[in-house]
């Protein structure tokens, strides 16, 4: 099946500064990425819907201004949380949208902002 | 309304009992149901897909499906203290290419 290799697994930032997670199609073409936030103890809400190309579609309450996705190729797509704050600590998690049985996930990144 | 509705449990059984896993959906045109597992701290993985009404097996897991109830569930027979995890029910809204899930259901299969 489809492989989808997410960087970095672990990262602490400062409060304020912005942080990029990278989430890579390892085997095939991927013209749609999704990209998910997990609280603790919580399912996974998908934030936003990566598209290559083009602008990205976020749902809704999700700040596009805060969450800056792009896709800027079919192997690449990125996420930047910018000015982080605490509350964006969480487990973000992409995968793809593979047609046929079921979406991979990339393997999470764990953003703790301190 | 919740889209996708799972009892968060915990849900307790004995090594090499059945566990039985439920979820219902709202949204009448969903076409495409998947169960994911996952552990703690890890990204979810996929267990069981299943588009038809009926049943779909899998080893020690089979998958069932009532469009008409809208209803998925998914047994997990002889269970192991390795299935213990979170078990999220996915579904594909009808029309959309992306999934809803479930808050989760948590099993913990003790020896």
């Known amino acids: 099946g489809a492989v989808v290799s997410q960087h970095p697994s672990r990262v602490i930032c400062k409060s304020g500064t912005s942080v990029k997670i990278e989430c890579r199609s390892l085997d095939f073409q991927a013209t749609t990425m999704f990209w998910y936030r997990q609280f603790p103890k919580q399912s996974l809400m998908l934030m936003a819907t990566?598209?290559?190309?083009?602008?990205?579609?976020?749902e809704q309450g999700v700040e596009k201004d805060k969450f800056l996705i792009n896709h800027a190729s079919l192997t690449l797509s990125t996420l930047t949380v910018t000015s982080a704050h605490p509350e964006d600590s969480s487990f973000y998690i992409c995968?793809?949208?593979?047609?046929?049985?079921?979406?991979?996930f990339g393997s999470g990144t764990r953003l703790t902002v301190v | 309304q919740k889209e996708v509705e799972q009892n968060s449990g915990p849900l307790s059984v004995p090594e090499g009992a059945i566990a039985s896993l439920n979820c219902t959906y709202s949204d009448r045109g969903s076409q495409s149901f998947f169960w994911y597992r996952q552990y703690s701290g890890k990204s979810p993985e996929l267990i069981m897909s299943i588009y038809s009404n009926g049943d779909k097996e899998d080893g020690r897991f089979t998958a069932q499906l009532n469009k008409a109830s809208q209803y998925v569930s998914l047994l997990i027979r002889d269970s192991q203290p390795s299935d213990s995890a979170t078990y999220l029910c996915?579904?594909?809204?009808?029309?959309?290419?992306?999934?809803?899930f479930g808050a989760g259901t948590r099993l913990a299969v003790h020896p």
């Open positions: 996915a579904v594909k809204a009808g029309g959309y290419n992306k999934l809803i």
């Open positions: 990566s598209n290559e190309g083009s602008k990205a579609t976020y």
């Open positions: 995968s793809n949208s593979e047609q046929g049985d079921g979406y991979t």
